[in-house]
């Protein structure tokens, strides 16, 4: 599918449904949508993050959560977890241990007017990325994130900052 045919839920302030739009016209037009990211940790405690694709219409190239992607139109935001897993990085969401929402975002600048859900999980790889979505996967331990961030935040999306920031401690 054409990633400008892909169809979200427009949703109010208040991340209830009020319509329906194609992602071009949701950017374009900043309406407030919804999305979902996860952190993948190794057991020894090292997140997995992900280098965007640079054919990516959003912040190609920059590192992102593990797994982030759009909810669907009719979609929940669990079942858009589940989906997205597989898509990006090519295991399934059961190989995911204790695969939960950790926290919940509001819609802002910083997320690209999407409401997040920020999951975690655990699981050691080995990983498929799909190209098309992903140009990298590397592990990081927090305190690499945090110097990274500090050092080179341009290499950061702007979603992944804010959530790292406003992380639960």
């Not at 892909?6 to 900043?30: C, K, L, N, Y």
């Not at 509001?106 to 920020?118: G, Y």
């Not at 975690?120 to 799909?130: I, L, N, Q, S, Y």
Request: glycine share 6%; net charge negative.
């Amino acid at each position: 599918m054409n990633l400008h045919d892909e169809t979200f839920d427009v949703v109010d302030p208040h991340d209830r449904v009020v319509g329906s739009a194609p992602r071009s016209q949701i950017h374009a037009r900043g309406l407030l949508h919804r999305a979902v990211h996860l952190w993948l940790f190794h057991p020894d405690g090292r997140l997995l993050l992900q280098r965007r694709s640079l054919t990516k219409d959003r912040e190609p190239g920059r590192w992102t959560s593990s797994v982030s992607g759009h909810v669907n139109s009719g979609e929940e935001y669990d079942a858009a977890m589940h989906r997205e897993i597989p898509e990006e990085i090519g295991i399934s969401a059961a190989a995911c241990q204790g695969l939960a929402r950790i926290k919940y975002f509001s819609a802002c600048a910083e997320t690209d007017q999407e409401f997040v859900w920020l999951y975690r999980a655990t699981h050691a790889g080995p990983f498929r990325p799909d190209p098309t979505e992903v140009a990298g996967l590397e592990w990081f331990t927090p305190s690499e994130v945090d110097q990274r961030l500090a050092a080179s935040p341009g290499d950061f999306s702007s979603c992944l900052k804010m959530l790292w920031v406003q992380r639960p401690r």
